[in-house]
């Protein structure tokens, strides 16, 4: 084939044109002879009547193929007008060189070039490299199947070609395989289509749910379905998190009569019926208020807009909603209706009060609380343009008798020129003024407020507010009172108490306070912190900011020093109180020594009640369970020694391994509780009797210095099990190849220093942390337990180092010091 799909054949017409010719003529020739007298020429006639049927027959034939061949051209012309037009280009390439036989001229269309330019294109020149390289592979795979005689498939990928202009289009290639009369495969009929459109439609939704999804996922709204006829979730948003503490999952094919509160859960039905009794073709979207429970337990105030998705008979079946978190606004609006009900009140007390002047005031000098009055100015002149009764009354007329006067026509002539001049001093600086003044025995707070014309940019009105504040000033000495009663208080209180300015200088201090300390020198020179250990500072530091930024701190526990140099245990609390119009800092102290000990005795019995259980229970497990199993094992061995048990000697003997594993398990168990090494030999040899079977796991470097110093059992026990505990967690969690224990007794006081060369991890993040720590705060606990200190080096990558002090009562050293 070629580039064009030209078909010609030879003319049928001219051949029959011939063939006729020679039947009129035959047909004359046995005419003649028919007439002829001569002989017998029967078998003359005979073959021209056998000749003209066999022409006839010809005649025929040609008469059929010419049909055919018509029918065949014009199928050909259908299929050529097919291939020249269709947007999808079709191609035959032979199967054995890879070379086209043909391509449609849509090839133009598609990549701007011709068919006979593309069937003269490599792959490498009409693909791009990625989609060369797998038409390849396909064509490596189709060689592979025809040299295996397999079965070739029709195939359908997705490829990337250049058009001529340098544009890159995606491709859909469907290819197939055109076989010969033999059955061999011939050709490779493929057909491309430009699928860049659909490509670039698919990313745009790819995109777009990719975009729902983090609207749904990240949205601070929550987005639910619910099924109509379970009513149980069928889906809700990550953002359920923050609203009610609960995941999605947990809330899923729950039943919403169990998410909702009772009233919630009416209403929501109440809603489902309506939208039940509403026609489908009527609109009904919801906007409601619900509430929904929190994982504690809490009811949150939610805003949910719904709408219904509905089957084919226009029922509905599920429930799209998004609510959202109202809670804050419903207590604004709780609040705001319950200041509206106290101003109402107020109002209404008001309104009984002045009943007669409410009644003739206008709406907006009814809602003031003080003297209102407006005036015109032009020039020099100052007329009233309109007053409340309190203003005019204040200077003994009607609101209406002041209509348009002239301010300086007032009877009262002082009255005048303190307005006079109050107006034109606002007029003139061109801004609002106002000024305290004491006037015939009331306070008054007095502002004059141009206001300029919109039109001109003059200003030719002023207004006038006057308020009564002798109630305010009066409150004020109330004030006083009250920060003279709170010295009378401060002073009495037994608990210590320091009042401080905002940059912590030390104002005030109780007697309390003096007491606490045990000195009544003077303080007027030391500010909090001489008071407080240098270990504290920074926690004080942080609290008092806390309290400047927030207003509130919480309390805490410090220590104090008291004149003598001694420690004393506190209770510190911070709060911001207001004196003389001033703000300042109000240290409460109170003396929790007491408390203190009281914990320690708590802690300590609470140790003593464990290691006496741990020992019971070991000893249970030593001189109960130990020889049970033990006499199990001898009967066994009994067992195994007779004659009719022989077959089961093997299965005997499984037993004998597992109760020996479990005897010793049991010993190991028994050990660990209460080991009875400690109790009698002291902690060094305890710790030796751990680290014999550890060593073959680790490399392990012991430092004892403290021999066989025996001192107090609860601190025996509390600083072995704090050894046994870190040194499980770095088999555990810190990949450690080398561990170090270092243990000294100095001066009453045992140093303990462990260090392990793994990963390490990030101290402040653990502490902060409110899960995965236990451990840790387990062993600070014991530590603080035995009146120790502790200190803690370790991050991420550089290892773990902790050392532990802490007084002893030395009880006995087996002869050595």
Same mark, same amino acid.
């Given at each position: 084939?070629?580039?064009?799909?030209?078909?010609?054949?030879?003319?049928?017409?001219?051949?029959?044109?011939?063939?006729?010719?020679?039947?009129?003529?035959?047909?004359?020739?046995?005419?003649?002879?028919?007439?002829? $007298?001569?002989?017998?020429?029967?078998?003359?006639?005979?073959?021209?009547?056998?000749?003209?049927?066999?022409?006839?027959?010809?005649?025929?034939?040609?008469?059929? *193929?010419?049909?055919?061949?018509?029918?065949?051209?014009?199928?050909?012309?259908?299929?050529?007008?097919?291939?020249?037009?269709?947007?999808?280009?079709?191609?035959?390439?032979?199967?054995?060189?890879?070379?086209?036989?043909?391509?449609?001229?849509?090839?133009?269309?598609?990549?701007?070039?011709?068919?006979?330019?593309?069937?003269?294109?490599?792959?490498?020149?009409? +693909?791009?490299?990625?989609?060369?390289?797998?038409?390849?592979?396909?064509?490596?795979?189709?060689?592979?199947?025809?040299?295996?005689?397999?079965?070739?498939?029709?195939?359908?990928?997705?490829?990337?070609?250049?058009?001529?202009?340098?544009?890159?289009?995606?491709?859909?290639?469907?290819?197939?395989?055109?076989?010969?009369?033999?059955?061999?495969?011939?050709?490779?009929?493929?057909?491309?289509?430009?699928?860049?459109? *659909?490509?670039?439609?698919?990313?745009?939704?790819?995109?777009?749910?990719?975009?729902?999804?983090?609207?749904?996922?990240?949205? %601070?709204?929550?987005?639910? /379905?619910?099924?109509?006829?379970?009513?149980?979730?069928?889906?809700?948003?990550?953002?359920?998190? /923050?609203?009610?503490?609960?995941?999605?999952?947990?809330?899923?094919?729950?039943?919403?009569?169990?998410?909702?509160?009772?009233?919630?859960?009416?209403?929501?039905?109440?809603?489902?019926?309506?939208?039940?009794?509403?026609?489908?073709?009527?609109? #009904?979207?919801?906007?409601?208020?619900?509430?929904?429970?929190?994982?504690?337990?809490?009811?949150?105030?939610?805003?949910?807009?719904?709408?219904? #998705?509905?089957?084919?008979?226009?029922?509905?079946?599920?429930?799209?909603?998004?609510?959202?978190?109202? $809670?804050?606004?419903?207590?604004?609006?709780?609040?705001?209706?319950?200041?509206?009900?106290?101003?109402?009140?107020?109002?209404?007390?008001?309104?009984?009060?002045?009943?007669?002047?409410?009644?003739? %005031?206008?709406?907006?000098?009814?809602?003031?609380?003080?003297?209102?009055?407006?005036?015109?100015?032009?020039?020099?002149?100052? /007329?009233?343009?309109?007053?409340?009764? +309190?203003?005019?009354?204040?200077?003994?007329?009607?609101?209406?008798?002041?209509?348009?006067?002239?301010?300086?026509?007032?009877?009262?002539?002082?009255?005048?020129?303190?307005?006079?001049? #109050?107006?034109?001093?606002?007029?003139?600086?061109?801004?609002?003024?106002?000024?305290?003044?004491?006037?015939?025995?009331?306070?008054?707070?007095?502002?004059?407020?141009?206001?300029?014309?919109?039109?001109?940019?003059?200003?030719?009105?002023?207004?006038?507010?006057?308020?009564?504040? &002798?109630?305010?000033?009066?409150?004020?000495?109330?004030?006083?009172?009250?920060?003279?009663?709170?010295?009378?208080?401060?002073?009495?209180?037994?608990?210590?108490?320091?009042?401080?300015?905002?940059?912590?200088?030390?104002?005030?201090?109780?007697?309390?306070?003096?007491?606490?300390?045990?000195?009544?020198?003077?303080?007027?020179?030391?500010?909090?912190?001489?008071?407080?250990?240098?270990?504290?500072?920074?926690?004080?530091?942080?609290?008092?900011?806390?309290? *400047?930024?927030?207003?509130?701190?919480? &309390?805490?526990?410090?220590?104090?020093?008291?004149?003598?140099?001694?420690?004393?245990?506190?209770?510190?609390?911070?709060?911001?109180?207001?004196?003389?119009? &001033?703000?300042?800092?109000?240290?409460?102290?109170?003396?929790?020594?007491?408390?203190?000990?009281?914990?320690?005795?708590?802690?300590?019995?609470?140790?003593?009640?464990?290691?006496?259980?741990? *020992?019971? +229970?070991?000893?249970?497990?030593?001189?109960?369970?130990?020889?049970?199993?033990?006499?199990?094992?001898?009967?066994?061995?009994?067992? $195994?020694?007779?004659?009719?048990?022989?077959?089961?000697?093997?299965?005997?003997?499984?037993?004998?391994?597992?109760?020996?594993?479990?005897?010793?398990?049991?010993?190991?168990?028994?050990?660990? %509780?209460?080991?009875?090494?400690?109790?009698?030999?002291?902690?060094?040899?305890?710790?030796?009797?751990?680290?014999?079977?550890?060593?073959?796991?680790?490399?392990?470097?012991?430092?004892?210095?403290?021999?066989?110093?025996?001192?107090?059992?609860?601190?025996?026990?509390?600083?072995?099990?704090?050894?046994?505990?870190?040194?499980?967690?770095?088999?555990?969690?810190?990949?450690?190849?080398?561990?170090?224990?270092?243990?000294?007794?100095?001066?009453?006081?045992?140093?303990?220093?462990?260090?392990?060369?793994?990963?390490?991890?990030?101290?402040?993040?653990?502490?902060?942390?409110?899960?995965?720590?236990?451990?840790?705060?387990?062993?600070?606990?014991?530590?603080?337990?035995?009146?120790?200190?502790?200190?803690?080096?370790?991050?991420?990558?550089?290892?773990?180092?902790?050392?532990? $002090?802490?007084?002893?009562?030395?009880?006995?050293?087996?002869?050595?010091?």
């Amino acid at each position: 084939m070629s580039d064009n799909l030209n078909f010609e054949y030879p003319p049928i017409d001219p051949i029959l044109s011939q063939i006729n010719d020679l039947q009129v003529r035959l047909n004359e020739v046995a005419l003649q002879t028919r007439l002829s $007298s001569q002989g017998d020429n029967s078998g003359q006639i005979n073959f021209i009547d056998d000749l003209s049927a066999s022409f006839n027959k010809i005649v025929e034939k040609l008469r059929e *193929r010419e049909e055919l061949e018509s029918a065949l051209i014009e199928s050909k012309k259908k299929y050529q007008l097919i291939t020249e037009n269709i947007s999808d280009v079709i191609w035959i390439m032979d199967i054995k060189t890879l070379k086209y036989n043909y391509i449609s001229p849509s090839i133009f269309n598609l990549r701007g070039v011709t068919a006979k330019e593309a069937m003269n294109e490599s792959l490498e020149e009409s +693909m791009l490299p990625e989609s060369a390289q797998k038409a390849k592979q396909r064509f490596a795979l189709l060689y592979k199947k025809i040299e295996n005689k397999e079965l070739l498939p029709n195939l359908c990928d997705e490829f990337k070609q250049r058009c001529k202009n340098g544009q890159i289009i995606d491709v859909e290639i469907s290819t197939s395989i055109i076989y010969d009369e033999n059955g061999l495969p011939k050709e490779i009929l493929g057909i491309n289509r430009d699928i860049t459109e *659909r490509k670039k439609t698919e990313l745009a939704l790819k995109e777009s749910e990719e975009k729902y999804r983090l609207i749904t996922e990240n949205a %601070l709204d929550v987005i639910w /379905k619910i099924n109509t006829k379970t009513l149980t979730f069928s889906y809700v948003s990550p953002s359920i998190l /923050k609203l009610t503490g609960h995941k999605p999952e947990e809330l899923l094919n729950l039943p919403i009569s169990k998410a909702l509160p009772a009233d919630s859960f009416k209403k929501a039905l109440q809603l489902l019926q309506d939208k039940l009794n509403t026609p489908y073709n009527q609109e #009904f979207d919801i906007c409601e208020r619900f509430q929904i429970f929190s994982k504690e337990g809490e009811p949150v105030d939610i805003e949910a807009s719904i709408s219904f #998705f509905h089957d084919e008979n226009g029922i509905p079946t599920e429930s799209l909603g998004v609510s959202r978190n109202i $809670s804050t606004q419903v207590k604004m609006e709780k609040a705001l209706n319950e200041s509206q009900a106290r101003l109402s009140q107020l109002i209404e007390r008001q309104s009984i009060k002045n009943k007669q002047l409410i009644n003739q %005031l206008q709406y907006i000098y009814n809602n003031a609380n003080g003297e209102i009055a407006f005036f015109e100015i032009r020039d020099d002149i100052i /007329k009233f343009s309109s007053c409340n009764k +309190m203003w005019a009354e204040s200077i003994g007329y009607k609101p209406e008798e002041l209509q348009d006067l002239d301010i300086s026509k007032i009877n009262n002539k002082a009255v005048s020129e303190m307005y006079r001049r #109050f107006i034109l001093s606002a007029v003139e600086k061109g801004e609002p003024i106002q000024e305290y003044l004491n006037w015939q025995n009331r306070h008054l707070h007095i502002i004059a407020i141009p206001i300029k014309n919109e039109d001109s940019d003059i200003i030719n009105t002023c207004g006038s507010f006057v308020y009564d504040i &002798t109630e305010r000033i009066e409150t004020e000495l109330k004030i006083q009172e009250t920060e003279e009663r709170f010295f009378t208080i401060f002073n009495n209180n037994k608990d210590g108490i320091i009042l401080m300015n905002i940059e912590t200088e030390t104002i005030e201090i109780n007697e309390g306070f003096y007491q606490l300390i045990g000195s009544y020198k003077s303080t007027n020179n030391k500010t909090l912190f001489n008071y407080i250990p240098d270990k504290y500072h920074k926690s004080v530091v942080e609290n008092i900011d806390r309290l *400047r930024n927030s207003g509130s701190a919480p &309390t805490f526990e410090i220590e104090l020093i008291k004149d003598d140099g001694t420690l004393i245990p506190v209770e510190f609390s911070n709060s911001i109180v207001t004196l003389n119009q &001033t703000s300042m800092i109000l240290s409460f102290v109170r003396d929790i020594s007491i408390r203190k000990n009281m914990d320690k005795m708590l802690a300590q019995i609470g140790i003593q009640i464990e290691n006496r259980e741990r *020992r019971r +229970m070991a000893a249970d497990l030593h001189d109960n369970v130990g020889p049970l199993l033990s006499s199990m094992n001898m009967y066994l061995s009994a067992l $195994s020694r007779k004659p009719g048990l022989t077959p089961y000697n093997e299965t005997i003997t499984d037993i004998q391994k597992i109760l020996k594993e479990t005897i010793s398990s049991v010993r190991e168990i028994s050990n660990n %509780l209460s080991p009875q090494v400690l109790q009698n030999y002291g902690l060094t040899a305890a710790l030796e009797l751990f680290f014999k079977t550890k060593l073959k796991i680790i490399n392990l470097n012991i430092e004892n210095n403290i021999s066989n110093l025996r001192f107090e059992e609860i601190k025996e026990v509390m600083i072995y099990n704090i050894i046994k505990e870190i040194f499980n967690n770095s088999i555990k969690y810190s990949n450690a190849t080398q561990i170090s224990l270092k243990l000294d007794c100095v001066n009453d006081f045992i140093f303990v220093e462990y260090s392990d060369n793994g990963i390490g991890f990030d101290l402040e993040e653990k502490l902060n942390s409110s899960s995965g720590n236990l451990g840790l705060f387990s062993i600070i606990n014991r530590v603080k337990n035995i009146e120790g200190t502790y200190k803690i080096l370790t991050s991420q990558g550089k290892g773990f180092l902790i050392k532990i $002090s802490f007084p002893v009562h030395i009880l006995k050293d087996n002869g050595k010091n």
